[in-house]
């Protein structure tokens, strides 16, 4: 059974930089053809996707975010994390890690998702 669980502060003060962490069981981040995805919404919004690292470690952002977004792993803990600078109220959302496990964009596991509120 695949399990994803998010990690991360509650609060951010706006203009500073949110990071999570993704920690992955029962699969590998870097299993063949493996998509790892962060995913958000806001308040009253629909889900919205940030990017994604891939198996092999290449990233891709959203382009609304890709100035902002930034996403790393650690293979030898089976972590993937996400970093997004320069935050501000409109980013307080509700942050999920999903896998997409061969790259078409549909994500069959996710975390249970962490709420960041950006605020000061």
């Known amino acids: 059974q695949v399990q994803l669980q998010e990690s991360g502060p509650g609060l951010v003060q706006p203009s500073q930089t949110l990071s999570l962490t993704c920690t992955v069981s029962?699969?590998?981040?870097?299993?063949?053809?493996?998509?790892w995805n962060w995913i958000r919404q806001s308040p009253g919004k629909g889900l919205e996707w940030i990017g994604f690292?891939?198996?092999?470690?290449?990233?891709y952002y959203s382009p609304s975010l890709k100035s902002r977004a930034s996403i790393s792993r650690d293979t030898a803990k089976n972590q993937f994390t996400l970093q997004l600078s320069s935050v501000t109220p409109e980013d307080t959302a509700v942050y999920y890690c999903?896998?997409?496990?061969?790259?078409?964009?549909?994500?069959?596991?996710w975390g249970q998702g962490t709420l960041v509120t950006v605020s000061s």
């Open positions: 690292i891939s198996f092999s470690g290449n990233t």
């Open positions: 029962g699969d590998s981040i870097t299993s063949k053809s493996s998509y």
């Open positions: 999903a896998r997409d496990p061969s790259g078409t964009y549909y994500w069959d596991y």
